[in-house]
């Protein structure tokens, strides 16, 4: 089995470093992940510009790009073989609600997924590196002995482990709940009249509605959201029938 594994944190962020761990128990490990911090970065690639790509060791690449570049380099270049699965993470921050569209870990799982790799995107709720994510490694390589055999199905799901869970007995599969958004811009005036704005700290919260990912992590419970790619709005498509 061979898994690639990527994420939006960048190649040296401890997530990464404690999943690839854990993964290797299951078979061929290979990382191309970013140089640095691109979270937020959705599913941004970089086209008709070059990407720097360092090769770190027979199986781990350093990508100076977005986590979509990571794992297209990973399918496309002639790098690596092809992949049974991919798994993007473990993320610092949940992914919830309305946050997978923004989401570089989700979007590079996302990509994947597009092109045929069943995929996992996985986050948690520590906020920096100094969070335990040896215990969320854990916890996310059980879930992935339980779809290790699914490899001949195509599937994008998005886990959202807690900081309290201890194992991966209490999960709940769940739809997306509604993510709320206060953002703020810190502004500083240049001395040459322009202006620097810096999106960062807003507060976050959600609609509260039952039975959601948000409302089952609020609970203690590991997540498990399965995405489909189809944006179609169906509803407002049959009043047109």
């Not at 898994?3 to 128990?25: Q, T, Y």
């Not at 690639?45 to 720097?52: A, G």
């Not at 996302?110 to 996985?122: D, N, W």
């Not at 960062?200 to 039952?210: K, N, Q, R, Y």
Request: hydrophobic share 40%; charged share 25%.
């Amino acid at each position: 089995m061979r898994i690639l594994i990527s994420n939006d944190d960048g190649l040296k962020f401890p997530g990464l470093l404690r999943l690839r761990e854990r993964l290797e128990a299951f078979g061929e490990t290979w990382v191309f992940a970013p140089a640095e911090e691109k979270s937020a970065t959705s599913m941004a690639l970089s086209i008709h510009t070059d990407v720097p790509v360092i090769r770190l060791d027979e199986r781990t690449y350093e990508v100076d790009a977005f986590p979509v570049d990571c794992v297209n380099v990973a399918l496309h270049s002639g790098l690596a073989p092809q992949f049974d699965f991919c798994v993007s993470g473990i993320n610092k921050g949940v992914n919830m609600g309305q946050d997978i569209w923004y989401s570089g870990t989700v979007g590079a799982a996302r990509h994947t997924f597009i092109h045929g790799v069943p995929s996992f995107a996985v986050s948690c709720g520590y906020l920096d590196a100094s969070g335990d994510f040896a215990k969320v490694a854990d916890i996310f390589a059980e879930i992935f002995a339980r779809f290790s055999a699914d490899a001949d199905q195509n599937f994008l799901l998005n886990v959202n482990i807690p900081m309290t869970a201890e194992d991966a007995g209490d999960i709940k599969w769940a739809k997306l709940g509604r993510r709320i958004y206060r953002d703020n811009y810190r502004r500083e005036q240049q001395d040459d009249g322009s202006m620097l704005l810096n999106l960062g700290g807003s507060v976050l919260s959600h609609g509260g509605e039952a039975e959601t990912d948000f409302y089952w992590y609020d609970r203690g419970c590991t997540v498990i959201t399965p995405l489909s790619i189809d944006a179609t709005d169906h509803a407002k498509l049959k009043e047109h029938d």
